[in-house]
């Protein structure tokens, strides 16, 4: 009866990709400083029946990491498969910051429309410049309000409607032009099959808008539900949690301001869940579910005391979900390997049999430049056993906000580079004006107990290196770099790591106690520092 039963998937499958797996697909789809406040990462409190549901048809992954927690250089190693310092997006893209990626990177949208797949971008985008990173259609920051692409959601679905309206047209279109080449002696095929497309969904939840519009709240948790002066988003229903259901997490402090800023939070991330109900609703509804690889994840750490603009776990663990119409087989379950945002490029390019070019940075580099990410799709099919490395690499967030840190997460262990250790690290605006950041500052100030797991000045000042076992110490509480027993583990991590620098070009590798002279051998000269 089992032998029975999988044939007759297996030449169903076959059966629906004669006719539905002809073209690929990619939906990409990243919230906005999300976390694991959500039903499949185990938090029974918040109700996300959209992500649940997601679950049920993906691969969820469970040690899913960035490798830059802040925004636009998160963004933009999503788009390039490149660490932020190898492709130039060393910091913010907006305003004042002004960072951007090196004109000469081949990014995905790039390549995708070189190989003549329809690309499409809603939300935000917040990388830069445009002809690195161009999209056939966009709707984002740069000619609408972010609040309305990025977090009406009613908004949001129907540019997803209108995408998919266009792509269908434009396939019309084609197929005209087609026969009437036909009919005149021309040649070619008659009624060819619409182009693949890449649409990439940046929603603006669950990010902070204390700092930019106050009048909607710490997440802007108020814009658009109904009350006067806030607007209303036609198809969300908002959704509200008290202070004493939320979940703190163990690296957050336990206090009633914190616990008011999570439930406040929690209300944008239930407004995320149903606009991606509604975003999979329109997918299903223009036909394109069973051809479609849908991918979840978010950009960097939630904003929340050693969250994002740290690389702590806490900072650049994320959310992952990859769905594969044809790869049902692993639907449902759990991958512990170890997965970044870096491998996102190589996935789609994988997923659309496009090869990665040869080429190298015009004025930055003559090494040619590779991926070091990976195709994630093996992992839909059997769990890896050898995917348990990932590096990291942090330079700024907000301009004035220089700390550069490295590092590398292998097995049980951590390590953490931070360059410049003699300076304070550094407090984003955002974050600064946050109720839980304030609550830290005051409680700090008048002497309180903070129920924090560190001080503010232990915050501030770091060791130069931070090793942790994260198996045994998942909060990452004791530095193990003075412990004689993991002398050996250290050193090793060390090599790694700067091995991993070198490869992909690192400006940095040599500090601090060094400057990098190319054109010297060796590469790095000794500055007798005293570091």
């Known amino acids: 009866m089992c032998f029975h039963r999988a044939l007759f998937f297996l030449l169903y499958l076959a059966i629906v990709c004669i006719g539905e797996c002809s073209k690929r697909n990619v939906l990409l789809i990243i919230a906005d400083d999300a976390g694991f406040e959500t039903e499949v990462y185990n938090n029974s409190v918040v109700r996300t029946p959209h992500l649940r549901s997601l679950a049920q048809r993906s691969l969820v992954f469970q040690n899913a990491f960035s490798s830059v927690s802040s925004c636009s250089p998160s963004r933009s190693t999503i788009l390039t ?29 790039l390549l995708l429309r070189q190989s003549n797949i329809h690309t499409g971008i809603i939300g935000k985008k917040h990388v830069g410049p445009g002809s690195v990173y161009p999209f056939d259609f966009a709707y984002t920051e740069e000619n609408n309000s972010v609040l309305q692409v990025g977090r009406n959601i009613t908004r949001i679905k129907l540019l997803v409607r209108k995408f998919f309206q266009t792509h269908k047209e434009e396939a019309g279109e084609r197929a005209e032009k087609l026969d009437r080449a ?18 990439y969904v940046a929603f603006h939840d669950t990010h902070r808008c204390g700092h930019s519009q106050p009048q909607y709240g710490a997440f802007c948790e108020k814009f658009g539900n109904g009350q006067s002066g806030m607007g209303r988003i036609p198809d969300w229903t908002p959704e509200y949690y008290t202070p004493e259901q939320v979940k ?12 008011a800023d999570l439930a406040a939070q929690y209300t944008t991330v239930s407004r995320l869940d149903q606009g991606m109900g509604l975003v999979l609703q329109e997918l299903r509804e ?80 003559t090494a040619p430049v590779h991926l ?70 005051n409680r700090t100030q008048s002497g309180k107990p903070t129920r924090w797991f560190k001080t503010l000045q232990e915050y501030y000042y770091r060791d130069r290196w ?66």
Not at 86 to 107: A, E, P, T
Not at 182 to 199: N, S, T
Not at 248 to 259: H, W, Y
Request: aromatic share 12%.
């Open 372 to 441: 070091t990410g990976r195709s994630l799709l093996p992992a839909l099919e059997a769990e890896p056993g050898t995917w348990h490395t990932l590096f990291a690499s942090q330079s700024l967030h907000e301009v004035t906000m220089y700390y550069p840190i490295r590092s590398v997460l292998q097995g049980a262990y951590h390590l953490l580079h931070n360059l410049n250790y003699r300076m304070p690290f550094p407090i984003d605006q955002d974050f600064y004006v946050s109720p839980t950041f304030q609550d830290l500052l």
């Open 286 to 365: 223009a036909g394109y579910e069973n051809n479609t690889l849908v991918i979840y994840s978010s950009d960097n750490g939630i904003p929340f005391p050693n969250g994002r603009t740290n690389l702590y776990h806490s900072g650049i663990a994320e959310p992952m979900l990859v769905s594969s119409p044809e790869h049902r087989e692993r639907w449902g379950d759990t991958c512990r390997a170890y997965v970044s945002l870096l491998d996102i490029t190589p996935t789609i390019l994988d997923w659309f049999s496009i090869p990665y070019p040869s080429y190298r940075i015009p004025g930055v580099s």
């Open 248 to 259: 703190v997490p163990d690296f957050v402090q336990d206090t009633p301001a914190a616990r």
């Open 81 to 109: 498969g490149l660490p932020q310092h190898q492709n130039g997006m060393y910091g913010l893209h907006q305003g004042v910051h002004h960072f951007d990626s090196f004109d000469g990177i081949q990014s995905l949208p």
């Open 466 to 531: 931070e090793l942790y076992d994260i198996r045994s110490d998942p909060g990452e509480r004791r530095n193990l770099v003075l412990d004689p027993s993991h002398r050996a583990v250290l050193e090793s991590l060390r090599q790694g790591l700067e091995k991993w620098q070198w490869d992909t070009g690192d400006p940095w590798v040599c500090g601090p106690d060094y400057v990098l002279e190319d054109k010297l051998e060796p590469h790095c000269r000794p500055l007798y520092n005293g570091l």
């Open 182 to 199: 036909v009919e005149e002696g021309e040649g070619g095929k008659r009624g060819e099959d619409e182009r693949p497309f890449f649409l």
